[in-house]
């Protein structure tokens, strides 16, 4: 049974960190159990939408309120999205598991 771990971090100087993460998952990279959500909102976050876009496992979502040009799959215009999105994916996974 896959869990659902939600991670959340306000690091401003993330980006490498994250992407040196993101990029490094090959360990999970064939497995039906991870599937990595990364949800940005500046440039910063361009290089970790890319690693998932090319990989094909996970998605980008970009928060902006205005359209841009990005590597992310999906945006949310604010932090309120967000918030109503990951409440969504928890229903989910609650209601899956029953």
């Known amino acids: 049974m896959m869990a659902l771990r939600i991670t959340i971090s306000r690091i401003i100087f993330h980006s490498m960190y994250v992407l040196g ?3 490094n998952y090959s360990c999970y990279e064939n497995s039906n159990d991870v599937f990595p959500i990364y949800i ?5 976050d361009e290089d970790a ?3 998932l876009r090319n990989r094909g496992q996970g998605i980008g979502i ?3 309120r205005v359209p841009e040009d990005t590597e992310a ?3 949310l215009k604010d932090p309120v999205e967000v918030e109503q999105f990951l409440r969504r994916l928890v ?3 609650r209601l899956s598991n029953q």
Do not use: H
């Open 21 to 23: 993460y993101v990029r």
């Open 40 to 44: 940005g909102d500046d440039r910063t």
């Open 49 to 51: 939408f890319q690693v």
């Open 62 to 64: 970009l928060v902006s």
């Open 73 to 75: 799959s999906y945006t």
């Open 91 to 93: 229903e989910w996974k």
